[in-house]
C-alpha cells in the first residue's frame, strides 16, 4: 500500500497574521461579537467558523485538529489535554447506564482501570477479551453493548488487532469501534480500515519531545461536534482542554513526525533482531516470528515501519531491574515510562504502567514479569547501542 498520510500533513497551509511561516497563536480565553445575535447563534452551535470561549474551542486548538484528522483520514478531529482525557470523555459520550463494552484486555493501563474500576460505578459493564479472537467478540456481542475497543498494537504485549474484521462486526451489530492508535502513528491508518474513532495520546511519538501530557480524538464530523455540543459534550462539560500554546508547539512537532517514525521503526526493527538473534524472547510485530506479522504488514504504511516499540523478556523482575539500571547507567537509555522520546526508555511494565492489571489477569494474558518494553529512540548509531546493551546481557548471564 502506498498511502503516505504525512503528505496530507504536508499539504496543509496555515499562514500566521503577519504573513507567519507558522500560524499565529490564540492568546484568549473569549472572544467577541459584532451583534448579540451571532453570539446566541453560537452558543446554539450554528456559526461555523466563530469562537465562543477556549474551552470549546480555539483557533490554535483548531490547526492541530486539522492536520490529525488529515493525518487519521477523518471527517474532523478534537484536542485534549491529556490521552486520558481523550478516552475518558470519547467513552462517556457513547455509553450511559446500562450499558455494554468490549475492550481488549491488552490496552493502556489507565484505560484499564477506567473500564474496570470507574466505569462500573456509573453502571457501565466492560467485557475484557483477547482481541485477536474474533470468534469470542462476536459471541459477547448483547443488545446494551456500545463499543469495541482497543488499540492497534496492544501496550505491551503488542498484540495486533485485525481492525477490519472488528469493523465488519461494528458495522453488523450498530457498534462503534474505537481504536488507540498512539504506539502505531502514520504507520497504520484505521479508519481506513473502519474505525470510526480514532484516538491518540499525542504525549507519545506525535509530540515526540516528552515536554507535555496531550490527546487527540479524530472522528466524523458529527462525533466531534456531539463531544463540543454546549448541552451534554463530554469534551465541553468535562473539560479537558488543550491550552493553545501547547497546541501551536505539538503542530510544529507532529511536522517531523514521518521522519522520526521511519527511524524509530528502522532503529526497533534492528534491535528486535539482533535480541531474536541471541536467543532472547523478543517480541515486534516486524518480526516474522510475531503472531501478527502478517496481518500488521497487510494494514500498514509501508513508508513509516513496524513502530518503535519492542519488548523482551528476560525471566525474571529481578533480572529486568538489574539490566535497567544497568542500560541506563552506561548512557543507552533512561528508565522511565511513556514513549516516542529521542532517547531510548524502558520499564518492566508489569511493576509500572500495567500494574492496574492484577498478577493473576497478568498472568492469563502472557504478561510476564520479566518483561521489558522498550520505546526505542533516535540513536543516530543503533549498532553501538546494540553493542553496549549486549555487554549488560553478558554481564548478567541473560546471553
Ligand atoms: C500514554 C497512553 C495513553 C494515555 O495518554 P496520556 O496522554 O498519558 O493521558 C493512552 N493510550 C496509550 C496506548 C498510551 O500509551
Known amino acids: 500500500m502506498k498511502s503516505k498520510p504525512a503528505n496530507k500533513i504536508q499539504d496543509l497551509q496555515f499562514f500566521g497574521e503577519f504573513g507567519g511561516v507558522n500560524p499565529s497563536i490564540s492568546d484568549s480565553s473569549t472572544y467577541t461579537f459584532l451583534s448579540a445575535n451571532s453570539m446566541s447563534q453560537t452558543f446554539e452551535g450554528n456559526m461555523e467558523g466563530c469562537y465562543l470561549y477556549s474551552r470549546n474551542s480555539s483557533p490554535s486548538n483548531l490547526y492541530l485538529e ?21 478516552i475518558t470523555s470519547t467513552i462517556l459520550q457513547i455509553c450511559k447506564s446500562g450499558d455494554h463494552i468490549i475492550s481488549s484486555r491488552t490496552v ?8 474496570k474500576n470507574f466505569t462500573p460505578q456509573i453502571g457501565i459493564e466492560t467485557d475484557f477479551v483477547d482481541i485477536t479472537n474474533i470468534n469470542a467478540i462476536k459471541n459477547l456481542v448483547r443488545k446494551k453493548t456500545k463499543i469495541i475497543y482497543c488499540e492497534v498494537s496492544s501496550n505491551p504485549l503488542l498484540e495486533v488487532a485485525d481492525i477490519e474484521s472488528l469493523s465488519k462486526i461494528a458495522k453488523e451489530n450498530g457498534l462503534k469501534l474505537i481504536v488507540d492508535n498512539t504506539f502505531t502513528p502514520l504507520s497504520i491508518s484505521p ?9 491518540h495520546s499525542l504525549t507519545k511519538f506525535i509530540n515526540g519531545t516528552s515536554d507535555t501530557i496531550a490527546g487527540v ?10 463531544l463540543r455540543d454546549v448541552n451534554d459534550g463530554a469534551f465541553m462539560l468535562m473539560g479537558a482542554t488543550m491550552d493553545s500554546l501547547r497546541a501551536a508547539s505539538v503542530l510544529k512537532n507532529m511536522r517531523t513526525l514521518h521522519i522520526r517514525m ?20 523478543t517480541v515486534y510485530p516486524g518480526l516474522k516470528s510475531h503472531t501478527s506479522h502478517k496481518i500488521f504488514s497487510k494494514m ?19 533480572k529486568a531491574n538489574m539490566l535497567m539500571e544497568k542500560m541506563q547507567d552506561k548512557n543507552l537509555g533512561y528508565l522511565a515510562v511513556s514513549l516516542g522520546f529521542y532517547k531510548t526508555l524502558f520499564c518492566a511494565p508489569g511493576s509500572s504502567t500495567s500494574s492496574e492489571i492484577s498478577d493473576e489477569e497478568q498472568g492469563k494474558m502472557g504478561l510476564s514479569e520479566g518483561l521489558i518494553r522498550f520505546s526505542v529512540g533516535l540513536d543516530q548509531d543503533i549498532e ?16
Open 262 to 281: 521511519k527511524k524509530h521503526g528502522e532503529n526497533a526493527m534492528y534491535l528486535a533482531k539482533s535480541f531474536e538473534k541471541d536467543g532472547i524472547k
Open 191 to 199: 479508519a481506513k480500515f473502519g474505525a470510526d474513532i480514532v484516538i
Open 66 to 86: 486539522e492536520a490529525c484528522a488529515a493525518m487519521e483520514g477523518t471527517e474532523a478531529a478534537n484536542v485534549f489535554s491529556s490521552g486520558m482525557g481523550a
Open 300 to 318: 500498514m504504511n509501508e513508508t513509516y515501519g513496524y513502530g518503535g516499540m519492542v519488548t523482551i523478556d528476560v525471566g525474571s523482575l529481578k
Open 384 to 399: 553501538r547501542t546494540y553493542i553496549g546493551i549486549k555487554k549488560c546481557l553478558k554481564e548478567f548471564k541473560l546471553i
Open 217 to 226: 480524538v479524530c472522528s466524523s464530523k458529527e462525533f466531534i461536534h456531539s
Open 108 to 115: 493502556y493501563g489507565g484505560t484499564y482501570a477506567f473500564l
